[in-house]
T-cell receptor, first 110, second 111 residues
Framework: SQTIHQWPATLVQPVGSPLSLECTVE??????LYWYRQAAGRGLQLLFY??????ISSEVPQNLSASRPQDRQFILSSKKLLLSDSGFYLC?????????FGQGTRLTVV | DQQVKQNSPSLSVQEGRISILNCDYT??????FLWYKKYPAEGPTFLIS?????DKNEDGRFTVFLNKSAKHLSLHIVPSQPGDSAVYFC??????????FGQGTRLTINP
């Protein structure tokens, strides 16, 4: 069966520090991978999606970047965090249209 | 530009009654629609979906209706149970594997 791992579950980082959130998927090949952020009043905002290794599409201009170094690995990064980067970040995968989510990372930038 | 909209941020329903959650979309290229349920501090979990070639899909207590001409879909939960209290997200896909979500509706089932 397919599983998705996302870590860490919670993270507190100072403003200006770097960020790296990792997501891995098991039990499937060549999945589409997504990073979402849940923000009050905006629901689940799609940040990045990837249909293959090295292929990243950015949906919203921001202080974040994403990379897919391996087929089942998706990384969300920032060189310098802003206060506005605080939020609940979710990784997801899909093979067809249905998406399956990780447990999320609560990021607090202080 | 919010392509998928859930205009009701919250809904309160008595246990045993019907819960109706609504969703509107603007992109006519969307051809697959999904509903997700989310508890606090957890990832969303898939509930039910519908393809644009259908106008209704039923799974137990959950039924999704699609009105393509109105670009509107709804989720019906009958009968509503306390465990249904959660945030519900509507999502749409345009076949390019990009899933776009609405803002969510917080459903509260009162005993």
């Amino acid at each position: 069966s397919q599983t998705i791992h996302q870590w860490p579950a919670t993270l507190v980082q100072p403003v200006g520090s770097p960020l790296s959130l990792e997501c891995t998927v098991e039990g499937t090949s060549n999945p589409n991978l997504y990073w979402y952020r849940q923000a009050a009043g905006r629901g689940l905002q799609l940040l990045f999606y990837s249909v293959g290794i090295g292929q990243i599409s950015s949906e919203v201009p921001q202080n974040l970047s994403a990379s897919r170094p391996q087929d089942r690995q998706f990384i969300l990064s920032s060189k310098k965090l802003l206060l506005s980067d605080s939020g609940f970040y979710l990784c997801a995968w899909s093979v067809f249209s249905e998406a399956f989510f990780g447990q999320g990372t609560r990021l607090t930038v202080v | 530009d919010q392509q998928v909209k859930q205009n009701s941020p919250s809904l309160s329903v008595q246990e045993g009654r019907i819960s109706i959650l609504n969703c509107d979309y603007t992109n006519s290229m969307f051809d697959y629609f999904l509903w997700y349920k989310k508890y606090p501090a957890e990832g969303p979990t898939f509930l039910i979906s519908i393809s644009s070639i259908k106008d209704k899909n039923e799974d137990g207590r959950f039924t999704v209706f699609l009105n393509k001409s109105a670009k509107h879909l709804s989720l019906h939960i009958v009968p509503s149970q306390p465990g249904d209290s959660a945030v519900y997200f509507c999502a749409a896909s345009d076949g390019a594997q990009k899933l776009v979500f609405g803002q969510g509706t917080r459903l509260t089932i009162n005993p």
